[in-house]
């Protein structure tokens, strides 16, 4: 097995995490010696627990990494890591990229910009369909790639206008492609999958768990030059992804709303910590050509 090889089963590994595989790396960057260590030297290198170091210390001498190769393979499901040419520039340059990210569709979307992520509430308002419906059409008739999470509400509508206006969008998941949640989203997943990209750092088979969905968000923001926010509460998930934003460095847009709707407090606070404000098409393009420029 080359590195690359090893890379994508060392994340395959149960019991541990990205810090650990950081960890692995900063010991052995070419993984020479990931399958001679003894389960001492190990104990050494990861500080887990008993159980979980036993859980990885299994998978790693017992996974049958050829035959889910194949079946990945079968699913076309690629698997890019790090380590290709390919790997998203953006994304690289973030405090944590993900060492794998698994993909299927249109791989060479992850090279194209701009890139605008999209993310809000689950349970959005009439309002604030009516504002997506309208701010994001001409912004994807320039070319503008839509990213956001494949979730109920903002996410799925945000995928579904691109899809409609014929164009590009890539999907993040917070699971496996094999567990796509939620299942009402299935059939929009599979669209996505054959007319763009649906992408996860989970490897396929995992089911997904409630700590997978905050770090997905960082995904979503990693891989794009602005993330735009449509309707979030005080304590939305939408803010983490905000706060992903921020740290990377990313332009951060906000739609505003009725004072009194607790669906737009999240995006107020936002502008006033100097979030832009829109609520067009131009608002954002002006704002990111000047980035790119």
């Known amino acids: 097995m080359n590195v690359r090889e090893k890379l994508i089963h060392l994340h395959h590994c149960r019991g541990i ?17 990931l399958y001679d260590w003894p389960l001492n030297t190990w104990q050494e290198i990861l500080p887990l627990t008993s159980p979980k170091l036993q859980l990885f210390f299994k998978d790693l001498h017992s996974l049958d990494m050829v035959t889910l190769t194949k079946q990945y393979s079968e699913n076309k499901i690629e698997c890019m890591t790090i380590m290709d040419e390919d790997y998203p520039f953006l994304l690289k340059q973030i405090f944590d990229p993900p060492w ?33 419906n309208l701010i994001l059409p001409p912004l994807i008739h320039k070319g503008y790639v839509i990213i956001s999470g494949a979730a109920a509400g903002i996410d799925a509508l945000s995928h579904e206008i691109s899809l409609k206006e014929k164009g590009k969008t890539i999907g993040v998941l917070g699971g496996g492609h094999f567990h796509i949640y939620p299942k009402e989203n299935i059939p929009l997943t599979l669209e996505i999958m054959k007319k ?32 735009l926010i449509i309707e979030a ?45 829109v609520f067009q098409a131009s608002d954002i393009d002006a704002e990111m050509s000047r980035e790119l420029t």
């Open 196 to 227: 763009g990209l649906l992408l996860s750092e989970v490897p396929p088979g995992r089911r997904p768990e409630p700590w997978m969905f905050p770090m997905r968000n960082r995904i979503i923001s990693g891989l794009s030059q602005g993330v």
């Open 233 to 277: 509460k005080r304590n939305s998930g939408s803010l983490i992804t905000a706060e992903y934003a921020l740290e990377h460095g990313r332009d951060i847009f906000a739609l505003p709303g009725n004072v009194t709707s607790e669906l737009s407090l999240g995006c107020h606070l936002l502008i006033q910590d100097g979030a832009k404000l």
């Open 100 to 132: 794998v990210l698994y993909l299927k569709g249109q791989r060479t979307l992850l090279r194209e910009s701009p890139a605008l992520g999209v993310v809000g509430s689950r349970k959005p308002s009439s309002y604030g369909k009516e504002a997506l």
């Open 17 to 33: 995490g990205w810090k650990s595989i950081r960890k692995v790396l900063a010991h052995d960057p070419t993984l020479q010696n």
